[in-house]
């Protein structure tokens, strides 16, 4: 595995898989931006003048955001994963891999994941890159392999240990550029458009449908490269 076939790999894997991507992308993203788009609405809304039963809701409402959204990045993941996994004849369709996924193993390697990486990146920032690079084929592995929580973070390990360098050079860019071209393209959409909510919602909901697939081919075909699976033509 070379960091430069990799990111090679990737981008014709995204332009092969395009089509199923980007439409997988706006049947998660769309909706679910929607939720981030009022959920960053109603912060703004002054609490101090709200009765008991709106305070309520919005509580509920922002609570419920966090759910969704994580459920989709869950369910996005997962799609990739088993879209590009060796020896499927044909890709999987939307409600087949609605079906197949193990959301709560997921949630909870997602919510580990997280934390640990967060954790690492507040107190060291060595030990959060580590962190991060060591353990973000745990994801995929659960899919891949149907791996448990436990068995996936240390599948996950196992893995990159022999490649770490190779690993980080290419999730952290692909990360940071990421993260950097959808705040830009975010703040750059509602000047040229007007700050409304539409705007908002269709920014943040197009930078996840084009990006997010970046990163998350990527970690599938390294898992896959690495485990020795073949990708699926």
């Not at 993203?29 to 939720?35: G, Q, T």
């Not at 791996?147 to 980080?168: H, P, Q, T």
């Amino acid at each position: 595995m070379t960091v430069r076939g990799i990111y090679g790999r990737t981008l014709t894997t995204y332009w092969r898989h395009a089509g199923f991507l980007i439409l997988l992308g706006a049947v998660v993203f769309v909706p679910l931006s929607l939720l981030d788009v009022l959920a960053d609405r109603a912060k703004e809304i002054d609490t101090n003048n709200v009765t008991n039963v709106e305070f309520g809701a919005l509580i509920a409402g922002l609570s419920a955001q966090g759910v969704t959204s994580l459920l989709g990045e869950v369910f996005y993941s997962g799609a990739v994963a088993l879209s590009l996994v060796g020896g499927a004849r044909e890709r999987p369709t939307l409600l087949g891999v609605a079906r197949r996924i193990s959301y709560w193993r997921l949630i909870a390697v997602d919510l580990l994941f997280a934390l640990g990486t967060g954790i690492g990146l507040d107190l060291f920032l060595l030990p959060g890159i580590a962190f991060f690079t060591l353990f973000a084929l745990a994801g995929p592995v659960v899919e891949l392999e149907r791996a448990g929580i436990g068995a996936a973070f240390a599948r996950s390990a196992r893995l990159v240990r022999a490649s770490f360098w190779k690993v980080l050079a290419v999730l952290v860019p692909i990360t940071l550029v990421s993260a950097a071209l959808s705040g830009l393209a975010i703040d750059l959409l509602p000047e040229l458009a007007g700050s409304n909510f539409l705007s908002d919602w269709v920014g943040e909901a197009a930078t996840s449908m084009l990006l997010s697939p970046v990163y998350a081919v990527a970690a599938v075909l390294i898992t896959l490269e690495l485990s020795g699976s073949r990708l699926a033509r």
